[in-house]
């Protein structure tokens, strides 16, 4: 089991659906991220918040809109994505800050995404 | 901008038989390193990790990985696998302080042990 809880672990939404990806910790993280990890393909950094803001956005589209309400909750609200949009997501957080080094990164389980 | 590469992407072995992942990473400064692994169906999770001191670093389930600087590797070593090894490998770097809160992964191994 993992300390990071992410729902819905599936699912399947069409191209003008409105969705949101969740995810939670309890381990008292300040540093949270989204990767995007698509078959056979490693993860890939979406989204940092440090603190309960965005810290970074690796060129992501708008389509793809994240949010920290707290220092325990992450969302990724989801708006007219693509079929190729699909893929795992995956929520994590660390303990470190930037200076140190990010840390050991905790993975939730993901969301497994299908776009029609 | 930090890189790191995986040489192998398929590894078969027989059980009890050595294993050596080979990892090497693209940045001149102070760098922390990881392997995480990923059991099918389950969540991707530290293996071991370097920040400094001993290079030679020990993780979970009998893995160990060795840092050498002056190669820029950091490649992940088994005495003996076992079928419960079969799984998904990555070597990961963040790169002190450039890389900030970026950790960026290799594309990965995928190790599968015979039984």
């Known amino acids: 089991d993992t300390e990071v809880t992410q729902t819905p672990k599936h699912l399947v939404m069409g191209m003008t659906n409105k969705k949101s990806l969740k995810c939670e910790q309890h381990?008292?993280?300040?540093?949270m991220y989204w990767y995007k990890q698509k078959a056979k393909k490693p993860p890939e950094l979406m989204f940092v918040?440090?603190?309960?803001?965005?810290?970074i956005n690796e060129s992501v589209p708008s389509r793809f809109s994240p949010e920290c309400p707290n220092s325990s909750l992450l969302n990724l609200h989801l708006h007219a994505l693509q079929p190729e949009d699909s893929a795992l997501y995956l929520c994590?957080?660390?303990?470190?800050?930037?200076?140190?080094?990010?840390?050991?990164?905790?993975f939730g389980e993901g969301s497994r995404l299908t776009v029609l | 901008a930090q890189s790191v590469s995986q040489h192998n992407h398929h590894v078969i072995l027989s059980e009890a038989a050595s294993l050596e992942l080979g990892c090497n990473y693209s940045?001149?400064?102070?760098?922390?390193l990881f392997w995480y692994v990923q059991y099918p169906g389950q969540h991707l999770q530290l293996l071991l990790k370097y920040f400094s001191g001993d290079p030679l670093v020990k993780g979970i389930k009998g893995f160990e990985a060795e840092f050498i600087k002056s190669k820029f590797s950091f490649n992940l070593r088994k005495p003996s696998v076992q079928w419960s090894d079969t799984a998904e490998y990555f070597c990961a770097v963040n790169a002190i302080p450039t890389g900030g809160f970026k950790t960026i992964f290799g594309a990965g191994t995928r190790l599968f042990v015979k039984a």
């Open positions: 381990m008292g993280h300040r540093a």
């Open positions: 918040y440090s603190y309960e803001k965005l810290s």
């Open positions: 994590a957080s660390s303990p470190r800050q930037a200076l140190a080094g990010t840390g050991e990164l905790f």
């Open positions: 940045y001149g400064g102070t760098v922390n």
